[in-house]
């Protein structure tokens, strides 16, 4: 009897393994597509330059929460933009230390009665200012709503023109991220939503809020990190993008039609993973609504962030980022498998459910069955090798298929040693950290089956980015 | 376990190939620059000297680099105006730019396309206005307004004759290039056929087309604006001709756009009467502060803010007296933006 068991236990963890594996292979595969017809279609941009000059308003909302350090630097680089025509929206959160008092002062800011109507619910404004410097930059004070998304819906709330970005007060965007994103928007006009590739800014030269030279981190996690970045980027998102099923879009950049914006309700201040939640929120809403729409995402790199480089702060974002993950699929779970739902519906939230959500649930499982079983003698040990072989080098073959996809598409680690470096964590990465990030999944998982809810959080930042 | 084994050799001999073609992708994206930027500083010299007009035989233009030299030359060629542009276009005929980017246009590869339907209006190359104009109703609409532009510049009067008719089938061509293309032509060029165009269209086309009615002549503007606010009644289109209207031809129904159900009619009404309302308008406007619509309020205040004879204090008066707590709090955003400005 135990034979059958061990054996019918070792053929469901082997499905697994087989059915996840074959998911990411195949997402590379159109990831590959993707990229290619993206790379063809922007081609263009080097034959008319004045393609670029084609834009839609744009309305720059930046979410801020005791940003103090790096607020102004930060601002100042958003004004700096090369976008025709944009406005800067800063919504204070309640800070609770002098950010507001510094945005005063850097920006000339001027107590403004803005008349304007609550579409989105937020916590009370206290007051709005304008910039007697920038034309185009308003700031929000409101109460503290605990989270990105409430201060990000005053941001909807007061903006004007028909796309909102909401970016990361921390984020680094590159002078010509706005012309790139808003592309999707412009080639087709049922763009709802869109998004770009998010980079990590460790071990890059940041100055004036802008990047200005990219390079590598030293510290080992954030390095890993921008092998990670590059899978979830490059054929995590791109890989859904033809298909019409990109879940997420990220909350360190994303640009929004602000007339779906208000339609679906704004950001939910409930949801742990604000970003995720309102993409798959769009989908319900809009597939169940008949209406035909497209999320868009470019595999350009728009926006650099600051990874954690400490084990406790990367824990804590992962464990964050599963906890959203499990919450989102969970509030719009009409979606799944409903029949007017198309890929969204019947393949890319299965997939979410099946190997992302439980992923970190059947591997843990996986393990302690292994530990049982081996203090029972029932493991043959030359298959187990060959398993763990098998496990090592398809996690190998993904990681340096996306460091392939990197080089195919915008490759910016230019220097011989830095592509040296990317494959040596692409390896190193499979003894140690992949297991820890199943244990920070499985924390978020069952933060999320209990239901806890998350605030602002504060990472230790990098020097790379920050202040000047 | 056999076939566990088999997969893992293919993983990691997978593996090892994607390794390598990397490599072999950044040793051509290499050897790729650097051929680019040879080409590139070689006849940006050439295309230099071409427009002092030195008189200098170009070198021959070997077929490999065409294509890179074209785009250099249309990037030149868009910044620069006058004698020597004219000059470009020899070096560009000297060159077979001229044969190569019909050939292009025709058959190329999606760029490759965009880059000689571009050449061909930076060319002012009168023998292809007829396939330029058919490519103006190409399925792609990146190739579809680059020929419009392309044929804006190769003869402005018979451009905007033939586009006009187009514009309201062709939505998804941005309109700031239709805004340029429509200016290059000049606001005599444009009047008339617009005119025509918006008497014969639909409610929805002509609401569409009113929004190019600025590049018109401003008499024609007017008398368009007019016409259809006396003859038609599609909310959408009442609200693109109040925008257009800048005299008085919309004023006899102005107190019954004022009060129309629709809210961006009654906005635009009142954004009307900021252009070109007096005092007399006054209690009209004061009576918009309380719409139900956000917009029309804001408009209204913009408006009372703009009349020429209302003094900052009898707009304080106004505002004091104002019992609407929302007719208050704009009337003061737009005193406040005033105030600013």
Known sequence: ?468 | MTAALWATIAAIAASVLLLLYTIELRIQSRFRERRRARVHAYWRAVIAKAMTGDGEVPPLLPRRHRQEVLKLWNYTRSMIEGAAADRLIALADQLGLREFARSQAQHGLLGRRLTAIQALGHLRDAESFREVLAATDDDNPLVAITAAEALAEIDPARAVEALIPKLAAHRDWPRTHVFRLLEKAGSVAVSEPLYRCVRAASDADAAYLLQFAEIAEFDVRDAMAAELLSSRSDPELLAAALKVASGYGAVARLDELLDHPAWYVRMQAAALLGRIGNAADTQRLEKRLSDREWWVRYRAAKALVRLPTLTRSALEEIRSRLRDPYAHDVLEQAMAEAAIR
């Not at chain 1, 990831?31 to 000059?53: C, F, K, Q």
């Not at chain 1, 970045?229 to 929004?256: N, Q």
């Not at chain 1, 998982?445 to 990472?459: A, K, L, M, N």
């Open chain 1, 1 to 468: 009897m135990w034979v059958a068991f061990t054996q019918s236990i070792e053929w469901a963890f082997l499905a697994f393994f087989v059915a996840i594996n074959l998911g990411y292979l195949g997402q590379n595969l159109i990831a590959i597509y993707g990229i290619r017809r993206y790379l063809r279609s922007s081609s263009i941009d080097d034959h008319d330059p004045g393609y670029s000059t084609v834009h839609l308003p744009i309305s720059l909302v930046v979410p801020a929460y005791n940003e103090s350090k790096s607020i102004v630097t930060s601002i100042k680089a958003l004004l700096q933009l090369e976008y025709p025509d944009f406005e800067v929206i800063v919504v204070n959160d309640g800070s609770t230390d002098d950010t507001l008092e510094k945005l005063i002062e850097a920006f000339q800011l001027y107590p403004y009665p803005e008349a304007y109507r609550i579409q989105v619910p937020c916590k009370t404004v206290r007051a709005t200012y304008r910039s007697l410097r920038y034309r185009n930059l308003r700031v929000v004070n409101k109460e503290n709503g605990g989270c990105k998304a409430d201060a990000s819906n005053a941001g909807i709330n007061i903006c004007r023109y028909p796309l909102v970005a909401v970016v990361d007060a921390d984020g680094v965007l590159q002078r010509n991220s706005l012309t790139r994103a808003v592309r999707p928007f412009l080639e087709n006009p049922a763009t709802v939503a869109a998004g770009g590739a998010v980079r990590i800014a460790n071990g890059c030269r940041v100055r004036n809020g802008f990047l200005e030279e990219v390079g590598l981190p030293r510290n080992f996690l954030a390095l890993v990190q921008v092998i990670e970045y590059l899978r979830a980027f490059l054929f995590g998102r791109m890989g859904w993008e033809p298909i019409g099923a990109v879940l997420i879009v990220s909350g360190a950049f994303g640009i929004f039609r602000r007339t779906t914006l208000i339609e679906v309700g704004g950001f939910d201040p409930q949801a742990v993973g604000e970003d995720m939640e309102l993409i798959v929120r769009i989908h319900r809403k809009l597939k169940l609504a008949g209406r035909r729409y497209h999320i868009g995402f470019i595999p350009d790199p728009v926006c650099w962030t600051d990874a954690p480089e400490r084990l406790k702060d990367l824990g804590s974002q992962r464990a964050r980022w599963h906890n959203g993950l499990g919450q989102a699929l969970m509030l719009n779970k009409e979606l799944i498998l409903n029949p007017r739902g198309g890929t969204v519906s019947w393949l890319a939230i299965p997939f979410y459910i099946f190997f992302e959500l439980l992923g970190p649930v059947v591997e843990a499982l996986g393990l302690v069955v292994f530990a049982k079983l081996g203090t029972l003698g029932l493991i043959a040990w030359p298959e187990a090798g060959i398993f763990v072989l098998l496990s090592l080098s398809l996690g190998l073959l993904l990681s340096i298929s996306a460091i392939m996809l990197e080089e195919f598409s915008f490759p910016m680690y230019r220097k011989p040693r830095e592509l040296a470096m990317l494959y040596a964590a692409a390896v190193l990465e499979n003894f140690g950290y992949r297991q820890l990030t199943v244990w920070w999944r499985l924390k978020g998982f069952v933060r999320w089956v209990t239901g806890r809810r998350h605030r602002w959080e504060t990472i230790t930042r990098s020097a790379s980015v920050g202040s000047g």
